[in-house]
């Protein structure tokens, strides 16, 4: 099992940020109006300078070409466009939508967020991550992540035609859906000593992340020294904060953002 820290970009805030929001594992499609509208309704008003999507902003991304007028995936766009033209809009690839290449982010607005990425805010570091690289135990999930995020293996796939693709799409989907991989419970949660590891490497006391879709806060202990088993006076005590995923047909409906001020942390529920 390897907990090595990966390389973590450094992302500094704008100074004129005063407010930043963190949102993720929407799984937006057009079968799902009400967790579409959520999100359209969301960016409309969020008051945030900036706006980070960890990861799993579409159910599925089958390639840039399916953003093609009128689709869902282009109404997609054109929303993420406008709301880029008021706000910092960041994305991060997710397990779901990790082939959404230059073509859509540029049409959208967005920039490309590295997983993982330590941004500087408020006098600290916050460790940003989908978080799925993370779930150490799933051990098959992670071969096919190594698989699915080799360029070869994309190109590949992208060479096939849009038909393909989408009918590829299904029958994964259809075969995730009978094993439950809908199911909250059914994801693997993310190993504490990884995290530790990567928050250390980035000089960050608190991790934030999505993909396990159980939202809530858990202690990590207190940091060390790189080599040092003991940590030190006045260790900062680490941390990771994990997103919601998004379903407002749901009973209850679910929709929360993470938005982060100067004074800290706080959870939002917009459902």
């Known amino acids: 099992m390897n907990t090595a820290a990966p390389r973590i970009a450094v992302l ?3 100074s004129a940020w005063r407010t930043i929001d963190f949102i993720s594992d929407l799984h ?5 109006a009400a967790t579409f509208e959520a999100w359209q309704n969301y960016l409309a008003n969020t008051p945030a300078d900036a706006v980070f999507i960890l990861g799993d902003l579409f159910e599925v991304w089958v390639g840039d070409d399916a953003a093609q007028p009128p689709g869902f995936e282009f109404i997609c766009g054109r929303i993420l466009a406008a709301t880029a033209g008021r706000h910092d809009v960041f994305f991060m690839h997710g ?3 990790f082939l959404v290449g230059k073509a859509f982010l540029a049409a959208s607005g967005m920039q490309v967020l590295h997983d993982p990425t330590a941004l500087e805010f408020a006098g600290q570091r916050w460790l940003l991550s989908h978080g799925d690289a993370l779930c150490l135990d799933d051990v098959e999930y992670q071969k096919y992540r190594l698989m699915v ?3 070869a ?3 590949a796939v992208l060479a096939r035609s849009l038909a393909e693709r989408r009918a590829f799409a299904r029958e994964i989907r259809e075969q995730g859906s009978r094993q439950g991989d809908d199911s909250p419970t059914d994801y693997a949660d993310v190993d504490a000593a990884a995290a530790r590891v990567w928050l250390s490497a980035a000089g960050a006391a608190t991790l934030i992340h999505g993909h396990t879709h159980k939202p809530g806060e858990h202690g990590l202990g207190v940091s060390s020294s790189p080599g040092n088993e003991r940590p030190g006076a006045g260790a900062p005590a680490l941390r990771r904060v994990v997103l919601s995923d998004w379903d407002a ?7 929360q953002v993470l938005r982060l001020s100067a004074d800290g942390l706080q959870r939002i529920d917009i459902a």
């Open 12 to 14: 500094p805030a704008s």
């Open 28 to 32: 937006l499609h057009a079968g799902d």
């Open 95 to 97: 397990n779901r939508d």
């Open 149 to 151: 995020r080799n360029p």
């Open 153 to 155: 293996w994309q190109e």
């Open 249 to 255: 047909a749901a009973q209850p409906p679910r929709a």
